[in-house]
C-alpha cells in the first residue's frame, strides 16, 4: 500500500485546511492510521492518529483544532485543521501508527506542504 498527500498550501492564521490521504490499497486492515508532520528544523512528529474502529489521539499542540477521519471504503484518511497558527507550518505526512499498534511502517511519501502565515 501507498500513501500519497494532498491538500497542502499557504493560508492565513486563524485559517482552515483540510488535508488528505489516498491509499493504493485497502485500508481496513491497517490498525491504526496517523497524520504526522515536520516543522523546519526539528524532527518528525505524529500530530493525530486514528484505529480502525474510529478511536481518535491528538497531541496537545493541536488537540481542540484537528479533526482526523478515515474512510476504509474509499481507502481515505483525512485531517481537518481549523484555527491554524503559524506554528502549524510543517510537511504534513500521513503512515500508520507503526509497531504501537502492531502495524508496519510504510514507505513515507512526499508529504503536503502547509503554510501559515501572513
Known amino acids: 500500500v501507498r500513501l500519497v498527500e494532498s491538500g497542502g498550501g499557504l493560508v492565513q492564521p486563524g485559517g482552515s485546511l483540510r488535508l488528505s490521504c489516498a491509499a493504493s490499497?485497502?485500508?481496513?486492515?491497517?490498525?491504526?492510521l496517523g497524520w504526522y508532520r515536520r516543522a523546519p528544523g526539528k524532527e518528525r512528529e505524529l500530530v493525530a492518529g486514528?484505529?480502525?474502529?474510529?478511536?481518535?489521539t491528538y497531541s496537545d499542540s493541536v488537540k481542540g483544532r484537528f479533526t482526523i477521519s478515515r474512510d476504509n471504503a474509499e481507502n481515505t484518511v483525512t485531517l481537518q485543521m481549523d484555527s491554524l497558527n503559524t506554528d502549524d507550518t510543517a510537511i504534513y505526512y500521513c503512515?500508520?501508527?507503526?509497531?504501537?499498534?502492531?502495524?508496519?511502517?510504510?514507505?513515507w511519501g512526499q508529504g503536503t506542504q502547509v503554510t501559515v502565515s501572513t
Open positions: 503512515n500508520t501508527l507503526g509497531p504501537r499498534l502492531g502495524d508496519m511502517y510504510l514507505s
Open positions: 490499497g485497502s485500508i481496513f486492515t491497517i490498525n491504526g
Open positions: 486514528i484505529t480502525r474502529n474510529g478511536r481518535t
